[in-house]
Nanobody
């Protein structure tokens, strides 16, 4: 059974930092693109960042560029999202996602990812 489990969310003040982790089990995603998305009530899931299998290619939403960093540890099959200078508008449930394709291309589209975690809440107070 494939599982993606996020952790690291919480309640912080504006300007603080958080590091999200996403641990994969049930299969290895070390050769697949992975990504982070976020969602607030009543809105569609929003792209945050994506990373290719090797970690050498990363892409970010304009709203987080320069503040967030996506990375991965393929030996641990774990995806990370370092979030700095957090803003109240970053408040959302954050989801990690993994593509089923080996050496697939990164994508900003949620439908490109077959596997999803259950989400972790990030709340940033002003």
């Amino acid at each position: 059974q494939v599982q993606l489990v996020e952790s690291g969310g919480g309640l912080v003040q504006a300007g603080a930092s958080l590091r999200l982790s996403c641990a994969a089990s049930g299969r290895t995603f070390s050769k697949s693109p992975m990504g982070w998305f976020r969602q607030t009530p009543g809105k569609e899931r929003e792209f945050v960042a994506t990373i290719n299998w090797s970690g050498r290619s990363t892409y970010y939403a304009d709203s987080v560029k320069g503040r967030f960093t996506i990375s991965r540890d393929n030996a641990k099959i774990t995806l990370y999202l370092q979030m700095n200078s957090l803003k109240p508008e970053d408040t959302a449930v954050y989801y990690c996602a993994a593509d089923d394709q080996i050496y697939g291309s990164t994508s900003r589209l949620a439908e490109a990812y077959e596997y999803w975690g259950q989400g972790t809440q990030v709340t940033v107070s002003s």
